[in-house]
């Protein structure tokens, strides 16, 4: 998951992040609130550890900013080399969670931090999520197939999971970039496509394993449990139907014609592992005719 760091003290600032990453955690480091702040609006974070008593920094004023930037569901663990108790009430009021004194052991750390992961992210923390022959361990960021660990990297690892749990559900770019960036999705690039991509090259996702990720042009990208000889059909349905997909689960894909062939067969016609199966969005029986977008 996703953790920002923020302290004034280097030592403190990597024994934190070393402590996160040997957890399988990716850490983002910080010394100045205002960054931390900005951070925070822009980007997708899991948990926030910072020193209570920077110079400087208001610490009550930035974690209501912080609240008000990421809501009440993202947790906050702050540090502190002061234990009174007028200090920890402060923190605790101003909508932090919870707290550690310096100096700080690294085994307290890894403690707070899986709680207070575990009792924010309840389902990301059960023992495992299975999807056909595909096995989650959320608690270690690991995905089997068939048993054998696949090695992915933290947000091809995020990615994968909210692909397999809104399984034949049509995902808008938007709606990807937003759950597994959480920034504006016009300011980033082809760092999608090429994270499905690779997704669905290491996972080895095709028909032969009951799964087929397939892209919509204009409309996004689904996940398909499918069997090895089966076809891709569904009804003819209107576009406006099918931007209302995602509140509905249902969408309306043209009909492929031959049945799905296993992944040796299309590498042997010349087919990319990090292709894409294009399904072509179909239009209403009322339209006379209508334009591949």
């Not at 009430?89 to 932090?96: C, I, T, V, Y």
């Not at 389902?123 to 090695?151: C, D, I, N, S």
């Not at 959480?182 to 690779?198: I, M, P, Q, W, Y």
């Not at 992944?263 to 239009?283: C, K, N």
Request: glycine share 6%; with cysteine; net charge positive.
């Amino acid at each position: 998951m996703r953790i920002a760091i923020l302290d004034n003290e280097r030592d403190q600032l990597r024994l934190v992040t070393h402590t996160a990453t040997n957890l399988g955690h990716e850490c983002h480091e910080y010394a100045d609130g205002a960054l931390l702040l900005q951070a925070v609006q822009a980007q997708r974070f899991d948990l926030l550890i910072f020193y209570w008593r920077l110079p400087g920094i208001d610490s009550p004023a930035l974690v209501k900013a912080l609240r008000r930037a990421a809501g009440n569901r993202l947790p906050i663990l702050f540090t502190t080399r002061r234990a009174d108790a007028a200090n920890m009430a402060m923190s605790l009021h101003a909508g932090a969670d919870d707290f550690l004194i310096s100096p700080i052991s690294d085994v307290e750390l890894e403690a707070r931090i899986g709680g207070l992961l575990r009792r924010s992210y309840p389902a990301l923390h059960e023992p495992q999520l299975v999807f056909g022959p595909y096995q989650f361990l959320p608690a270690w960021r690991t995905v089997k197939l068939y048993g054998v660990r696949v090695e992915l990297r933290s947000r091809e690892y995020d990615l994968a999971l909210f692909l397999f749990q809104n399984t034949g559900r049509l995902l808008s770019r938007e709606q990807l970039y937003q759950a597994i960036w959480g920034a504006d999705f016009e300011v980033l690039s082809r760092s999608l496509d090429t994270h499905l991509s690779r997704v669905r090259a290491k996972l080895d996702l095709w028909p032969a394993n009951g799964f087929l990720l397939a892209a919509l042009r204009g409309f996004g990208y689904r996940l398909e449990a499918v069997l090895a000889q089966d076809e891709v059909q569904a009804g003819p349905i209107s576009q406006q139907r099918l931007m209302k997909a995602n509140s509905t689960g249902a969408c309306g894909y043209a009909s492929v014609s031959r049945p799905f062939k296993a992944r040796s067969e299309l590498i042997g016609q010349g087919a990319m592992r990090g292709d894409f199966e294009e399904l072509t969005p179909v239009q209403d029986r009322a339209s006379p005719r209508m334009e591949r977008s």
